[in-house]
């Protein structure tokens, strides 16, 4: 179905070509995911140039694909320019792993999405636009708790993962989300028609594809993407005999950004590197895997409102109303679902952690039942928990999550209290 309008960006007219049901002009690229080759398997095709061969929903770049739709319709970009992806490919070799062959394994990311050149090679020279999802660079990361770490002698520069400076060097992963909708159907233990649906109305019917397209299988999420930081040597993660160190973090600006003392967040992403590096000192591999899912995925409006009610309620913050207060703005306590969390883990090939930087038994539980061994769980030290996050932290362990200690009783929880707004 075609439509005569403005293409926003000068006023030039040209056909708009709708996609939400299929007609025998579109022959989406084949894809066959978990087959045994990046060939067999076949190209992720999102890019917006290639509308009949494309076999993907949405757009790449996530919620970034927004900005670039702004700077298509300012002007500032075309929309048909075409990245020269000349010398950006990895700067460390990752894969391939078994993992990657197997279609129950990794369902929200694409494990050939920073090869495309090289796996997809024929279908570039044929001129298929096809983009990358994961990117691989290397970097130092300067923190300045690890200087600290290193004062009093917890941290030992090695010249190496760790420099006389307090910086780190790392191997640096970003990746894109890609559903393949069927395997996220089945992690979520729904139908995939129920699925799509879902996610078609409370979209507000942004993407009609995910309802009108059953033939297209793969979904590009508007949503925030992952960042995965390696410390040591990436061999070390299939060798048995060499130890892997493991933080799971889901974000928050305020606190791993700015700061803020309400949470622990920052304190337990430093208590994770710190013990990355330790691991890969010992000649194993530390691994921090950060995923964009700010205030529990409901949002950081969300996540403020909540720390309002929390210090405006009668009897203050206090960690016996912890979750309460997040269930009555939100209607949930928490849609972080970590279900898709192990995804990444699955990519870089792990297949066991030995020490597991985190109390979430959320996590624990997503990572174990998805096949991979978990050994030492280590909690955050009470020194590293700021007075003000003492109400979530009680709050958690009286919730059932991983502790050294005992969970804290009623009468624990009611006199963990955090300070007042008027108190700033």
Known sequence: MNDESSNGSGGKSRHIILNSHPSGNQKPIPLNWGARSAQKRGPVVGTLGATTRRNAIGAHSGSYALYRALAVASGALSPEHIPDL???????????????????????LDPFGHTVTESFAE??????????????????LTVPEL???????????????????????????????VWYLPGVAQRFRTAEADLRRTLFEQTG???????????????????GGITIYIFGALEAIADPARKVACRVHDECNGSDVFGSDICTCRPYLIHGIDGCIKTAQ??????????????????????FLVYNARKRQAGGDRADAYFER???????????????????????GVTRIDRFISMSNMKYDAVVAQGIQIGERVAIPEEMIPPDAQVEMQAKKAAGYF?????????DRADARGRDLHDY
Request: one cysteine or more.
């Open 86 to 108: 000349t010398d950006t490919t990895p700067a460390a070799a990752i894969g391939p792993n078994p993992q990657w062959y197997d279609a129950q394994k990794i369902v929200s």
């Open 123 to 140: 279908h570039v020279t044929d001129g298929l636009d096809i983009r990358p999802t994961i990117a691989v660079t290397k970097a130092r």
């Open 147 to 177: 200087l600290g770490e290193i004062a009093c002698g917890r941290l030992q520069p090695d010249g190496d993962i760790l420099l006389e400076t307090g910086e780190a060097n790392v191997t640096k992963v970003a990746i894109e989300p």
């Open 205 to 223: 019917g942004m993407f009609s594809e995910l309802v009108t397209r059953p033939d297209l299988k793969v979904f590009l999420p508007p949503i």
């Open 282 to 303: 010992e000649n194993g591999v530390g691994i921090i895997v950060y995923h964009r899912k700010e205030g529990r995925a409901l949002g950081e409006v969300t996540k």
């Open 326 to 348: 997040t269930e009555c703005v939100a209607g949930v306590q928490d849609v972080r679902f970590q279900e898709l969390m192990p995804d990444p883990l699955h990519w870089l």
């Open 403 to 411: 502790s050294d200690e005992p969970a804290p009783g009623a009468d």
